[in-house]
């Protein structure tokens, strides 16, 4: 007995001390391959404007597609002369040389060496002449090559645009002093001249201030914040009339009990000057508090995330007890059973000043949790630090909650501007449970195998009006032959599953993929006779059958009603609204719009915003779970980074896209990407905003237009001195030279822009005739008839109903960039 004894004594003894000596081992292991993410080490630029650091540009380690880079702009003086500055960050700087691109094709205009580089306190500036000629209101690109001592250069990229008569010094001198006296009441009493406020609106919300918002609000109500980085202004656009400046800065405030909060700040604003001073046309703030788990933010329904947006992005597991949100461009999860918080992914420090840290040019889409609390999630945008700093790209990592460790998949470099990149990302990222990354970029579609590394093409140079994504991203939908009012089938792919099914129409019929309400898939069916274009290009798609069906082939609902076809689908939260269209005198005339459901989806228990005010901080928000706990201490930890043993990055051969787009510029980023120009410019004009083409010629600008303009028919093309109102027509006549640009739809003020900008628009008058926008004053248009060749003077206001009548059909054209004008 006491030998059997003694024996499982020993036994015993050894299995504990093997489990001691395993878990060392393996925690040592896990030590071993994990590490926090490395500083920043790259150096800072920035141009110098009228004695003011501007445009802070970050570092690239390869060089960058220069037609997707806009994320700030130069303005040069005829004189052509720059200041260029570097934070050499304790680096030797050894050379700096310069090239000045065309946006169009990436070919050098001018390249050059910064010579006499001096010390200015903790910088190093140069003063440098562009000695080549560039074409006024053209946008080019100013690429730096730094050498800084390691084994490669490093790229910096700011735009250029020589405009005469321009008041920069002006307005980096308002701004600068209007976030800086927002800070106290007292020296923010003479802003309020420059306010607009609407007694109607009470809103106590600092993550969305404005020109109409008050004093109060304005100057941050009863946070009592102080600035702890200080912005440093970019210039965003900036013409003979406007600018637009934003400026990206960091408050700190104190709670009652002294614990300090932090809070990112973006601050757009849009001016004139005139008569000697600035005029503040629009305004718009947004606080967003950087989340910190050891603040006292749980609530006894769930945790407080404070001043941020109300439609953050969070996604919780099925049984609702886990969370993961993004807030800040960090993500964290909330586990509420084991009451706990993870800081997941972070580029900053939290207390540290250092703008390398908390440049905003990067985001996180969620792509699931799971119920043990792992995480799958897509970083992308600009890798601010770590393994990949430098580098524009998309990533792909899992959180193991276990481990407390992130794994990075994959990492795919990319050599877009942030903005371009966010527009395909927030498109389609997906991954699915079979480690499949489906990914649009540049008008691509690819499926990336996370596990070989490896990819496929699924489609090529996509016609972005032809490509539908469910809100989830698990379906997709393409029209094969990329027309979009000329299509026989649709692919309906779920990327679950990784299966097609294919919608195919009858003989005689067109299909249009029209978007997804749920995971169901909105098609509409046209008979050709139904698709009718007019005389000035634009085409109506009199869809007589819409349906909603989901992947396996069932129809949920369809909409058919005899003598009434739908032209457009718009989508909104739960419902379809059906545009319809009535065929009277030989043309499709608007009638109401009908809506109609999709089956709702039921979900488990959810995790739910919750609203709250305080005085100190007003609009706050929480996330609430179902069941309610105790509130106590939570445990707060920062993940770990797993250091991978072999090489994830892996590079798409994304082929250029020919498709010609129009980019719109709003409130200081990229609002949308159109192919169509008429609606771009339409979109521009209700967002205060800018269009320019694939070449970054400014088709339209809000605020810059000319007080008159007439043209001289000698400057004028034959064949719009013709009035040719058949778009096609008309391109073929103006050659390759020019592209023709369908202004159907726009207002009459928005072409008048074009007029000014010295290029005659065709218009349509009710009769079917075409007259040709010649020039303009304060009261009048100026016609041409092609017919009487006769030039005359007509109000504007007649002018803008003559044109409504006919429907607002209005051809122009635009220069390619070799011979636009100077």
Not at 86 to 100: A, E, F, L, R, S
Not at 739 to 762: D, F, H, K, P, W
């Amino acid at each position: 007995m006491k030998k059997s004894l003694i024996k499982g004594f020993i036994l015993g003894t050894i299995f504990v001390f093997s489990i001691i000596l395993f878990s060392n081992m393996m925690n040592k292991e896990m030590v071993k391959n994990t590490a926090d993410m490395e500083k920043p080490t790259m150096p800072v630029m920035y141009m110098q404007v009228a004695d003011v650091l501007v445009n802070p540009m970050y570092a690239h380690t390869e060089e960058m597609q220069v037609n997707y880079v806009r994320d700030q702009l130069t303005p040069v003086t005829t004189t052509r002369d720059l200041t260029a500055v570097i934070n050499p960050d304790g680096h030797t700087i050894k050379t700096i040389n310069y090239q000045v691109l065309s946006v169009d094709d990436g070919s050098v205009i001018e390249n050059g060496k910064l010579n006499n580089i001096k010390q200015s306190g903790d910088y190093q500036k140069a003063d440098f002449h562009l000695e080549t000629p560039i074409l006024m209101n053209q946008e080019y690109m100013l690429m730096f090559t730094v050498d800084y001592g390691e084994d490669k250069p490093v790229y910096y990229y700011t735009r250029l645009v020589q405009r005469a008569g321009l008041n920069t010094s002006k307005y980096l001198e308002f701004v600068q002093a209007f976030y800086e006296k927002c800070m106290s009441k007292e020296a923010a009493k003479d802003l309020t001249a420059y306010l607009e406020p609407d007694e109607n609106t009470t809103t106590t919300n600092f993550t969305k201030i404005n020109i109409n918002s008050s004093f109060e609000q304005l100057t941050w109500g009863n946070l009592k914040p102080a600035i702890f980085r200080k912005a440093v202004p970019v210039i965003k656009e900036i013409n003979e009339t406007t600018c637009s400046i934003m400026l990206h800065y960091e408050i700190s405030a104190e709670d009652s009990d002294k614990n300090v909060e932090y809070y990112n700040v973006s601050e757009f604003y849009r001016m004139r000057y005139t008569e000697s001073r600035v005029r503040l046309l629009d305004f718009e703030r947004s606080a967003q508090q950087i989340f910190d788990g050891n603040l006292p933010v749980l609530t006894s329904q769930g945790i407080n995330l404070g001043v941020v947006d109300k439609d953050i992005q969070y996604t919780s597991n099925q049984n609702a007890d886990i969370i993961a949100f993004v807030q800040a461009g960090d993500l964290w999860s909330y586990n509420r059973s084991a009451n706990k918080a993870a800081k997941i992914f972070s580029f900053r420090e939290q207390g540290v000043t250092d703008e390398r840290l908390d440049n905003p040019s990067h985001e996180i889409e969620i792509v699931r949790v799971e119920e043990s609390g792992d995480i799958d999630f897509v970083l992308y945008g600009y890798m601010n630090r770590g393994m990949y700093e430098g580098q524009m790209g998309v990533g792909v990592y899992h959180y193991s909650a276990e481990r407390n460790v992130v794994e990075e998949q994959i990492f795919i470099p990319a050599a877009q501007g942030f903005d371009f990149l966010k527009e395909d990302v927030q498109h389609l990222a997906f991954v699915n449970k079979e480690d499949t990354l489906y990914l649009y970029l540049e008008n691509n579609l690819y499926a990336v195998n996370l596990s070989e590394k490896s990819y496929t093409t699924l489609l090529e140079n996509m016609n972005p009006d032809c490509f539908v994504v469910s809100k989830s991203q698990a379906n997709v939908a393409w029209m094969d032959e990329m027309l979009e009012n000329g299509s026989s089938t649709i692919t309906f792919m779920s990327l679950e599953r990784g299966e097609t099914r294919v919608l195919q129409a009858e003989s005689g019929q067109k299909i249009k993929a029209l978007g997804f309400i749920n995971e169901d898939l909105i098609y509409g069916l046209a008979r050709d006779q139904d698709i009718v274009t007019d005389a000035g290009g634009n085409t109506v798609f009199g869809m007589s059958l819409v349906r909603i069906q989901n992947f396996n082939g069932q129809v949920i609902k369809e909409y058919q009603e005899s003598g009434v076809w739908v032209s457009h689908a718009v989508l909104k939260e739960g419902l379809v609204e059906l545009q319809r269209v009535q065929w009277q005198e030989d043309a499709y005339v608007s009638i109401a719009s009908e809506n109609i459901m999709n089956n709702l989806q039921t979900s488990e228990e959810t995790v739910s915003i919750h609203l709250s005010v305080s005085d100190r901080k007003g609009t706050q928000v929480a996330l609430d779970f179902s069941k309610s706990a105790q509130s106590k201490s939570m445990l707060v930890v920062t993940a770990k980074y797993e250091v991978p043993e072999d090489n994830r990055e892996m590079s798409l051969n994304a082929p250029p896209s020919d498709n010609q787009v129009y980019y719109v510029y709003a409130q200081g980023k990229l609002d949308s990407i159109h192919t169509k120009v008429n609606e771009a410019i339409i979109c521009a004009e209700e967002n205060l905003g800018v269009v320019l083409n694939s070449r970054q010629q400014y088709i339209w600008e809000r605020g810059n237009q000319q007080d008159k303009e007439q043209l001289s028919g000698d400057d004028i093309p034959p064949a719009v001195l013709a009035g040719m109102l058949d778009e096609t027509a008309l391109q073929q006549e103006l050659g390759d030279e020019y592209t023709v640009l369908n202004l159907s739809g726009c207002s009459l003020e928005s072409v008048l822009y074009q007029v000014g900008m010295q290029r005659a628009v065709i218009a349509r008058k009710p009769t079917g005739e075409s007259v040709v926008i010649v020039g303009y004053d304060s009261y009048n248009t100026i016609l041409y008839d092609p017919v009487t060749q006769e030039t005359y003077y007509y109000g504007r206001d007649d002018s803008t109903a003559l044109f409504t009548e006919a429907g607002n059909v209005f051809l122009g054209y635009i220069e390619k960039a070799e011979t636009y004008k100077q």
